[in-house]
C-alpha cells in the first residue's frame, strides 16, 4: 500500500466564524470553475459553481471568488457550522468535460 | 431518485485475482463517469460515456482496466489483474450533458492486498 501520501492542507475555524478556502488553477483557459465538498465516506457534493466571464458569485452561505489575474479561486463560507466539516477541492474545466482536481484543503469546525 | 448507486462499497482482494465495480448512474442521465480516488493523486477520471459509448478513455491507467457500459442503466469497471497499487476509492457519477452538472456516486473502497 502507499505508505506516504498527499498531505492535505488543513483549517480549522470555529463555529460562527467565516471560512476561506483557496484554490490554484493551472489552465488560463479554464472557463469554468466548480467547488466541491466531500464527507467522509461520501462521494465529492456540488457547491458552487463560476463562468470565466464573472469574478463573483453567490450562494446560500457561499461565495466564489475568480481571480484570473493569478489564475485563483477562492470559498468563502459564512458562519461555519460543524456540518460543514469535510474536504472542500476545486475542479477547472478548459474543454467540456476536461476536468482538473486541485488536491482539497480539509476544513475542521470545532463548536 | 436513489441518486447514483455503486456496488460494492468496499471490496478486499488479492493481487492478481479480477474486481468488478459496478454502476447505476441516475435515470434520465445520459453521461457516466468513472474516477479513482488515492491520497497521492487525488480525483482521477479514468473515464466517461456518453449515451452509453466511451468518449474518453485517456484516464484509464493501463490496460489491465477496462469499462463497459452495455446500456443507459448500468456500467462496470474492471481490474484484470488487479495489484495493490489499484488500491483507491472509486466514484461512478453521471449527468444529464457534461461534467458540469454531474452527481457523484458514494464510492467502492477498494484494497488489493
Known amino acids: 500500500g502507499e505508505s506516504v501520501g498527499l498531505h492535505l492542507p488543513t483549517l480549522s475555524v470555529q463555529e460562527g466564524d467565516n471560512s476561506i478556502i483557496n484554490c490554484a488553477y493551472s489552465?488560463?483557459?479554464?472557463?469554468?470553475f466548480i467547488w466541491y465538498k466531500q464527507e467522509s465516506g461520501k462521494g465529492p457534493q456540488f457547491i458552487i459553481d463560476i463562468r470565466s466571464n464573472m469574478d463573483k458569485r453567490q450562494g446560500q452561505r457561499v461565495t466564489v471568488l475568480l481571480n484570473k489575474t493569478v489564475k485563483h479561486l477562492s470559498l468563502q463560507i459564512a458562519a461555519t457550522q460543524p456540518g460543514d466539516s469535510a474536504v472542500y477541492f476545486c475542479a477547472e474545466i478548459p474543454n467540456n468535460n476536461d476536468m482538473r482536481f486541485g488536491a482539497g484543503t480539509r476544513l475542521t469546525v470545532k463548536p | 431518485d436513489a441518486g447514483v448507486i455503486q456496488s460494492p462499497r468496499h471490496e478486499v482482494t488479492e493481487m492478481g485475482q479480477e474486481v468488478t465495480l459496478r454502476c447505476k448512474p441516475i435515470s434520465g442521465h445520459n453521461s457516466l463517469f468513472w474516477y479513482r480516488q488515492t491520497m497521492m493523486r487525488g480525483l482521477e477520471l479514468l473515464i466517461y460515456f456518453n449515451n452509453n459509448v466511451p468518449i474518453d478513455d485517456s484516464g484509464m491507467p493501463e490496460d489491465r482496466f477496462s469499462a463497459k457500459m452495455p446500456n443507459a442503466s448500468f456500467s462496470t469497471l474492471k481490474i484484470q489483474p488487479s495489484e495493490p497499487r489499484d488500491s483507491a476509492v472509486y466514484f461512478c457519477a453521471s449527468s444529464f450533458g457534461g461534467v458540469e452538472t454531474q452527481y457523484f456516486g458514494p464510492g467502492t473502497r477498494l484494497l488489493v492486498l
Open positions: 489552465n488560463s483557459a479554464s472557463d469554468y
